[in-house]
């Protein structure tokens, strides 16, 4: 006999609705149901649909984690709803849940979005295979496993959208790519059947929309129900632009830079030198916020930094890990 008995709670639940075709603006449905251990978030939508109200929608089709339709939010937390157990919902918030689509200004109604300008960043990378192929071989291009682990898992995303949609810097910037986008990119710019590394990595290295405005906030690789982690791509896709020599002169990159050097020279981050490296000509805008820091302790001038302790050790690491010519 079975230890794990079924058990039930009450949840209440706030659900955003809005239809775009009627509505001006969005508006909230209150829920009270008693949720089982069983039940996924997927199973509350089907519940509020087919015992509430038979006009609420939203997207599914799979049930397995594979086609990425049914990704919406619990609480401002981007996830996948036949994946996610209302347990661990619960345990993680609490007993009031606030369900809304993956982002609120491209709603059309209830949980199902606009996601056209994902489609469009996808696209963007050419996110094929792009290959001067005989049209008939006389044998098969062989991939050598060593070859396919480069290509680090990133072949398994499902383009939900919720790395995408979770990311600060897509909300604000219109042109930035995004994180799906990124690490569909790496997973043909490490297949070594790919002839176009050096045109894909130039779209890339671009400002505004490429690599460089990853803030590194890491809620792509919090919120991915598929464990891709974008930003491990995000992050080899930068070394890729210094190794296959794409990489200009510009302040992201010389921030890259300042910052390998300032560890290697110091074991700890001099944060005035590494804007100072990274800025050149542009120092004086940032003169006023520079002496707010200064007299804050968070700029030291060079002869007051301490080094670390573990220079030796750490100057090792740094070499060992640079794989790309600075």
């Known amino acids: 006999m079975s230890t794990n008995a079924i058990t039930t709670q009450k949840v209440n639940f706030n659900v955003f609705r809005f239809n775009s075709d009627v509505d001006y603006l969005p508006y909230y449905e209150k829920y009270e149901m008693e949720v089982t251990s069983e039940e996924v978030v997927l199973d509350i939508l089907n519940r509020i649909k087919w015992d509430h109200d038979g006009s609420f929608s939203y997207r599914r089709s799979c049930r397995h984690g594979i086609c990425g339709a049914c990704a919406i939010q619990v609480n401002g937390r981007q996830t996948l709803a036949c994946k996610e157990s209302m347990s661990d919902m619960v345990e993680l918030f609490g007993n009031e849940l606030t369900i809304e689509p993956q982002s609120k200004k491209r709603a059309v109604k209830d949980m199902i979005i606009d996601k056209g300008d994902f489609w469009e960043k996808h696209d963007a990378i050419k996110p094929y295979l792009i290959s001067d192929v005989?049209?008939?071989?006389?044998?098969?291009?062989?991939?050598?496993?060593?070859e396919a682990e480069e290509l680090n898992e990133a072949d398994l995303c499902i383009?939900?959208?919720?790395c995408h949609y979770a990311c600060p810097v897509v909300e604000i910037n219109d042109d930035f790519f995004g994180p799906a986008a990124f690490a569909k990119a790496y997973r043909f710019e490490a297949d070594v059947r790919d002839d176009a590394h050096d045109e894909r990595l130039q779209e890339l290295h671009a400002e505004k929309q490429g690599l460089w405005d990853c803030v590194k906030c890491m809620e792509c690789a919090e919120v991915c129900p598929k464990d891709v982690d974008p930003i491990s791509k995000i992050?080899?896709?930068?070394?890729?632009?210094?190794?296959?020599?794409?990489?200009?002169?510009?302040?992201?990159?010389?921030?890259a830079v300042g910052f390998k050097h300032s560890i290697a020279r110091n074991g700890v981050l001099d944060e005035g030198g590494?804007?100072?490296?990274?800025?050149?000509?542009g120092i004086v805008?940032?003169?006023?916020?520079?002496?707010?820091?200064?007299?804050?302790?968070?700029?030291?001038?060079p002869w007051g930094i301490t080094k670390s302790d573990n220079?030796?050790?750490?100057?090792?690491?740094?070499a060992s890990s640079s794989t790309a010519k600075f």
């Open 159 to 162: 383009q939900c959208g919720a």
């Open 285 to 301: 805008k940032h003169v006023p916020v520079a002496l707010k820091m200064f007299s804050k302790g968070k700029i030291v001038p």
């Open 274 to 281: 590494l804007v100072l490296y990274s800025e050149m000509a």
């Open 311 to 318: 220079l030796d050790e750490i100057k090792k690491l740094v």
């Open 134 to 146: 005989e049209e008939h071989p006389e044998h098969e291009h062989l991939v050598t496993p060593a």
């Open 235 to 255: 992050t080899s896709l930068h070394n890729m632009l210094f190794k296959e020599g794409v990489a200009t002169s510009n302040v992201a990159t010389r921030h």
